[in-house]
């Protein structure tokens, strides 16, 4: 018999579950149910409009998104249009891979003022759920954290809207981000330069703007022995600081736009009103053990007049199913889901962000989803009652809940394509749930 199999999820973890399953020696069936009117979660509506390449990524999920045992079910929320006990009416196994949308949250005073950096990312990337309209009139900018997506912030921040306009980004970001008046980008790191979190080459394209120049400060630029030995072990920490070395305290050559990376400054307190943001304080910190630090006392007031938090993505709480709140994922043993008493709850799985927290590459949530499967076909039996893909199809029709299939999918995408070409563009994204939906349908 026929294993059936739902994802929850199409973004990347997903949909390589649902490969990883077809490419089983099992005779399985997947539908995937994603929120959204469009698949690829994050590769579309986290990855940077200027970094096409990596969208690339589309192509092969869209493959698997192809193949005849695999349904792509978008427009369905699971715990709003569906819930858990009904997936099990239809399904053998359901594997969440719900990922991360929200911003972890800083606990400093006047948090509120500032902007998470998911937000932002969500405006320029044309989220249908984020509004059409993002504040960028502030002249100098304050980006807190020093991971990969704190360099998406700053860089989209500092260069040119006329710069961003050979990417998919549609008309309304491209506007917003023409009018901008951001001239200084300040990202602060609480730690030295060897614990900077990002990937070499993402820092080291900060560099390749005719309009950005990045200014690594002096102040905080300190490597002890301590970490020295980090980098030792680490080798993207040794290229990273290898480059921040190369460009600490070199001359500014006069671009217009700047990046200014300040090291062991961590931020205390966000200081404003409700007319915005006037300035950020931060407290020199210095190294303790284990590559952490402690605050000094020494504070310093930054002229700043917009912040953004890019610490971290947190994973959101799912009806019915356990979640641990601290570490913001789903319990899990190998993406076996665990209940309150540790032990797993039969046909349940999770894969991706959700089931490790939101850290990691786009690959790696291939490696996971291995993992999830190779328990799910270890544990699965067919078990469900309402075993036809046209029961879950009259559960939705009964409810009124719009479901957009592959074959919408590929109209919308090639909607979006020919819009890019009219343009000399390979793709202008649409924005609008509605507008998505209806180009969909055809
Ligand atoms: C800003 C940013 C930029 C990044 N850039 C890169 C990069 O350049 N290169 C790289 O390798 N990695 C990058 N990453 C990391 C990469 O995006 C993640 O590793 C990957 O997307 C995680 O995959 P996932 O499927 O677990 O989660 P997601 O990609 O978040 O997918 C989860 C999916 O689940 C859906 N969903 C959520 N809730 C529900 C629900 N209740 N019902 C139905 N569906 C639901 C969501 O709509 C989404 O489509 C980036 C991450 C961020 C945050
Ligand atoms: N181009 C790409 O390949 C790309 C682009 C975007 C994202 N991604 C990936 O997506 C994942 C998520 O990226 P991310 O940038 O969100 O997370 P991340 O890599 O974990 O970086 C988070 C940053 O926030 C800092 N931070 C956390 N709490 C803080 C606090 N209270 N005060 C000050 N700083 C704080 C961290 O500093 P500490 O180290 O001191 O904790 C770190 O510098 C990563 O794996 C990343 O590589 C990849």
């Known amino acids: 018999?026929?294993?059936?199999?739902?994802?929850?999820?199409?973004?990347?973890?997903?949909?390589?579950?649902?490969?990883?399953?077809?490419?089983?020696?099992?005779?399985?069936?997947?539908?995937?149910?994603?929120?959204?009117?469009?698949?690829?979660?994050?590769?579309?509506?986290?990855?940077?409009?200027?970094?096409p390449r990596i969208k690339e990524i589309v192509k092969a999920l869209q493959r698997v998104l192809a193949k005849p045992q695999?349904?792509?079910?978008?427009?369905?929320?699971?715990?709003?249009?569906?819930?858990?006990?009904?997936?099990?009416?239809?399904?053998?196994?359901?594997?969440?891979?719900?990922?991360?949308?929200?911003?972890?949250?800083?606990?400093?005073?006047?948090?509120?003022?500032?902007?998470?950096?998911?937000?932002?990312?969500?405006?320029?990337?044309?989220?249908p759920d984020?509004?059409?309209?993002?504040?960028?009139?502030?002249?100098?900018?304050?980006?807190?954290?020093?991971?990969?997506?704190?360099?998406?912030?700053?860089?989209?921040?500092?260069?040119?809207?006329?710069?961003?306009?050979?990417?998919?980004?549609?008309?309304?970001?491209y506007e917003g981000l023409a009018t901008k008046t951001t001239t200084d980008v300040h990202v602060f790191a609480r730690r030295g330069p060897a614990y900077a979190k990002f990937s070499p080459l993402e820092l080291r394209e900060l560099n390749h703007s005719p309009n950005v120049e990045v200014i690594v400060h002096p102040e905080g630029f300190d490597v002890d022995e301590q970490a020295m030995a980090h980098v030792a072990s680490n080798k993207q920490a040794k290229m990273v600081l290898s480059t921040l070395s190369n460009w600490v305290g070199r001359e500014p050559v006069g671009k217009p736009h700047r990046i200014h990376l300040h090291f062991a400054e961590a931020p205390t307190e966000i200081l404003g009103d409700e007319t915005g943001v006037t300035t950020?304080?931060?407290?020199?910190?210095?190294?303790?053990?284990?590559?952490?630090?402690?605050?000094?006392?020494?504070?310093?007031d930054w002229d700043?007049?917009?912040?953004?938090?890019?610490?971290?993505?947190?994973?959101?709480?799912?009806?019915?199913?356990?979640?641990?709140?601290?570490?913001?994922?789903?319990?899990?043993?190998g993406g076996r889901v665990l209940d309150l008493d540790g032990q797993p709850i039969p046909g349940l799985f999770v894969t991706g962000w959700i089931k490790r927290g939101p850290v990691g590459l786009i690959g790696h949530?291939?490696?996971?989803?291995?993992?999830?499967?190779?328990?799910?076909?270890?544990?699965?039996?067919?078990?469900?009652?309402?075993?036809?893909?046209?029961?879950?199809?009259?559960?939705?029709?009964?409810r009124g809940v719009q479901v957009s299939t592959f074959e919408h999918w590929e109209r919308l995408d090639a909607h979006e394509v020919a819009l890019g070409e009219a343009e000399g563009r390979a793709r202008v994204k649409v924005a609008d749930r509605a507008e998505m939906i209806r180009v969909g349908r055809g």
């Open 1 to 51: 018999m026929t294993l059936r199999v739902a994802i929850v999820g199409g973004g990347p973890a997903g949909i390589y579950a649902a490969d990883i399953l077809t490419k089983s020696e099992v005779d399985v069936s997947v539908d995937i149910l994603e929120r959204l009117p469009a698949p690829f979660g994050l590769v579309r509506y986290g990855v940077a409009p200027d970094h």
């Open 70 to 127: 695999v349904r792509l079910l978008a427009g369905v929320e699971f715990g709003v249009d569906v819930k858990l006990e009904v997936l099990h009416d239809f399904y053998d196994a359901v594997i969440v891979a719900t990922g991360a949308m929200a911003d972890r949250d800083l606990g400093i005073p006047g948090e509120e003022l500032s902007h998470g950096a998911a937000d932002f990312v969500s405006w320029y990337d044309a989220h």
């Open 130 to 173: 984020v509004g059409r309209s993002w504040p960028l009139d502030a002249p100098s900018v304050a980006v807190i954290g020093v991971g990969n997506v704190a360099l998406d912030v700053a860089r989209v921040l500092a260069k040119t809207g006329d710069e961003m306009l050979v990417t998919d980004i549609p008309a309304h970001v």
């Open 280 to 300: 950020l304080r931060t407290e020199r910190t210095r190294p303790t053990d284990h590559g952490a630090v402690e605050g000094t006392g020494v504070h310093t």
């Open 304 to 333: 700043v007049q917009a912040v953004y938090r890019a610490v971290g993505y947190r994973s959101s709480a799912l009806p019915g199913l356990p979640f641990d709140e601290r570490a913001a994922v789903i319990p899990n043993d």
């Open 365 to 398: 949530t291939k490696s996971d989803a291995a993992e999830t499967v190779e328990h799910l076909l270890a544990d699965t039996r067919p078990i469900a009652t309402d075993r036809e893909p046209a029961d879950v199809d009259a559960y939705f029709a009964e």
